[in-house]
């Protein structure tokens, strides 16, 4: 990656007005000027992706969901068991990127593999319940990111995995057991600075994820942000099964 591409990334990501009448004509507006460049910047920025995705049980010939998945990038990280799949959809309201996925499958010759437009609050698969829902640093850019989690587990079988890894911020007070406090400096900057890239990590995803969700596997981390030196972002990793009961 050149200087050269992360100056027009950073420029995109913190300079650039960002249009549209609605999120989804705000989103296209924000990607389209970076979509070929996205993945190797997005390597570097977004941490705890790989690792969250291999460690979610893959079930043979199931049905695997990827809410905001943009370019398609996070399943090369399970490419080895992508075709144990029965499908797979990457669902994102960016047509800039969902065509650069859409490459990217071709490509692989994953033809079970589709590249959705379509609101990630709202879409439903036609196969009804599916097996495993995740979202990678997509909740953060849904504005109604709490509806986008109810989608998700209605779309989800009984026992079904849901997997997020994102940034976040904890509460003041944290609401459960073995919660990493952040200190002020660190609930009040990354929101701030994240703000300007319509970003808005939330103190609300985890206790949300817990309310509704058995807890599987839960990890709580700082990663470094490119150009950014000395302070690290916060970042979280977790696995939650729907309950039998729902």
């Known amino acids: 990656m050149s200087l050269l591409s992360d100056l027009k990334i950073l420029y995109h990501l913190a300079l650039r007005p960002v249009r549209g009448r609605d999120h989804s004509e705000r989103m296209e507006n924000f990607y389209a000027g ?4 996205y993945d190797d910047f997005r390597k570097r920025l977004l941490q705890g ?3 969250l995705y291999r460690q979610i049980d893959l079930p043979e010939g199931g049905i695997w969901v990827d809410l905001g998945g943009g370019t398609g990038a996070n399943l090369e990280f399970i490419q080895d068991r992508v075709p144990r799949l029965r499908k797979a959809y990457v ?3 960016a047509r800039s990127l969902l065509q650069v996925a859409d490459k990217r499958f071709r490509s692989l010759g ?3 593999v589709e590249a959705v437009e379509a609101d990630a609050t709202e879409w ?3 196969e009804g319940q599916v097996d495993v829902v995740t979202f990678s640093y997509s909740l953060t850019m849904i ?4 509806a986008a989690i109810d989608n998700a587990l209605r779309m989800l079988r009984p026992g079904g995995t849901i997997g997020v890894v994102d940034f976040y911020v904890s509460r003041k007070h944290p609401s459960f057991d073995g919660a990493i406090r952040h200190s002020w400096f660190t609930r009040t900057f ?12 939330s103190a609300d995803h985890l206790p949300y994820l817990l309310a509704h969700t058995d807890r599987q596997w839960l990890q709580e981390r700082r990663s470094k942000v490119p150009y950014i030196p000395f302070i690290r972002a916060p970042y979280y990793q977790y696995i939650g099964t729907k ?3 729902e």
């Open 34 to 37: 970076q979509a070929e460049a």
């Open 49 to 51: 992706r790989e690792e």
């Open 91 to 93: 669902v994102d309201l």
């Open 110 to 112: 994953w033809e079970h």
């Open 124 to 126: 439903q698969p036609t």
């Open 143 to 146: 504005p109604d990111w709490f």
């Open 190 to 201: 990354w929101p701030t600075w994240f703000a300007l890239d319509n970003v808005f990590p």
């Open 243 to 245: 309950p039998a009961s």
